[in-house]
T-cell receptor, first 115, second 111 residues
Framework: DGGITQSPKYLFRKEGQNVTLSCEQN?????MYWYRQDPGQGLRLIYY???????QKGDIAEGYSVSREKKESFPLTVTSAQKNPTAFYLC??????????????FGQGTRLTVV | AQSVTQLDSHVSVSEGTPVLLRCNYS??????LFWYVQHPNKGLQLLLK??????LVKGINGFEAEFKKSETSFHLTKPSAHMSDAAEYFC?????????FGAGTRLTVKP
């Protein structure tokens, strides 16, 4: 089945540690996104990538880093510089170049907790 | 710039009664509009999407939405709520790769 896979589902991090969240898609989509979700705030864009080896900062990129070495993969690293990393993280992908009507497909999310 | 406002953070209905979740948008261009549903600790599932073909859009699970350009609205409705509809709903406006999410509306369905 085609889709987006995020792992792990739950992740615990000690303060001062970097952690990496995995996102893999087999939909052959060019664009991939990372969002952070906090209660009552909807989804906020961290980073997005429209093509391999290229990515752009979103609204809340500070304290995060990404890479896009393969079309299928878009891992997100939460660094120790991110002061409040506890949140639910969602990865998404979509087709590009198809006009404005294309929906995004989402993974099941990773819940990160700082302990 | 574009933005989306969901007018209610929480809506509560009784099972079998109609559902109305309100969404207003702001965009300089003709946007794409979407409604997604999210169950606890899950990803987002697409309910329906607006294209220029029809202003009344039908989606999954009996939901529909009407695009009203003059009112810049895209409200989500369902004639009869079911217990399984209890979830968080997000309205999304999109121009190209710029997607903006509303803050969400939590729908509670009472027996």
């Amino acid at each position: 089945d085609g889709g987006i896979t995020q792992s792990p589902k739950y992740l615990f991090r000690k303060e001062g540690q970097n952690v990496t969240l995995s996102c893999e898609q087999n939909l052959n989509h060019d664009a991939m996104y990372w969002y952070r979700q906090d209660p009552g705030q909807g989804l906020r864009l961290i980073y997005y990538s429209q093509i391999v080896n290229d990515f752009q900062k979103g609204d809340i990129a500070e304290g995060y880093s990404v890479s896009r070495e393969k079309k299928e993969s878009f891992p997100l690293t939460v660094t120790s510089a991110q002061k409040n990393p506890t949140a639910f993280y969602l990865c998404a992908s979509s087709i590009t170049g198809q006009g404005a009507w294309t929906e995004a497909f989402f993974g099941q999310g990773t819940r990160l907790t700082v302990v | 710039a574009q933005s989306v406002t969901q007018l209610d953070s929480h809506v509560s209905v009784s099972e079998g009664t109609p559902v109305l979740l309100r969404c207003n948008y702001s965009s300089s261009y003709s946007p794409s509009l979407f409604w997604y549903v999210q169950h606890p600790n899950k990803g987002l599932q697409l309910l329906l999407k607006y294209t220029s073909a029809a202003t009344l859009v039908k989606g999954i699970n009996g939901f529909e939405a009407e695009f009203k350009k003059s009112e810049t609205s895209f409200h989500l409705t369902k004639p009869s709520a079911h217990m399984s509809d209890a979830a968080e709903y997000f309205c999304v406006v999109r121009i190209g790769n710029d997607m903006r999410f509303g803050a969400g509306t939590r729908l509670t369905v009472k027996p």
